[in-house]
């Protein structure tokens, strides 16, 4: 997955079991790694911490582009996060990635296979 000029290696998760789990239970991730989930259909997909333990940056994207991002998503957060638009894919990335990286809404996102 590549964002501006920065590459992550991203795991890909499809299954429902895969989602409700995500980054959950996993010690750390590193400053290049994310978490990639696809979705069949467009969506106001939720998005909780669930059994996390660091935080992580969410980053909503519908046909390539970013239309929504939380960041520095506390492992300690009960609630759920959505975005106000459909997506189709999100991303999640180490917390503070998006600032360090410069990212921002309506940023191109190249995912390759």
Not at 24 to 42: E, T, V
Not at 73 to 85: I, N
């Amino acid at each position: 997955v590549s964002i501006q000029n920065h590459s992550f290696r991203a795991q890909v998760v499809e299954t429902e079991s895969e989602k409700q789990k995500g980054l959950g239970g996993q010690k750390a991730i590193c400053s290049d790694c994310g978490m990639l989930f696809f979705f069949d259909k467009p969506g106001k997909y939720s998005f909780w911490m669930k059994d996390m333990l660091f935080a992580i940056d969410i980053l909503w994207i519908m046909d390539g582009k970013i239309i929504s991002i939380e960041k520095n998503v506390l492992p300690s957060f009960s609630g759920t996060m959505r975005p106000a638009e459909n997506a189709n894919r999100v991303l999640e990335i180490k917390a503070g990635a998006v600032d360090s990286l410069g990212i921002s809404l309506g940023d191109s996102v190249l995912i390759e296979n």
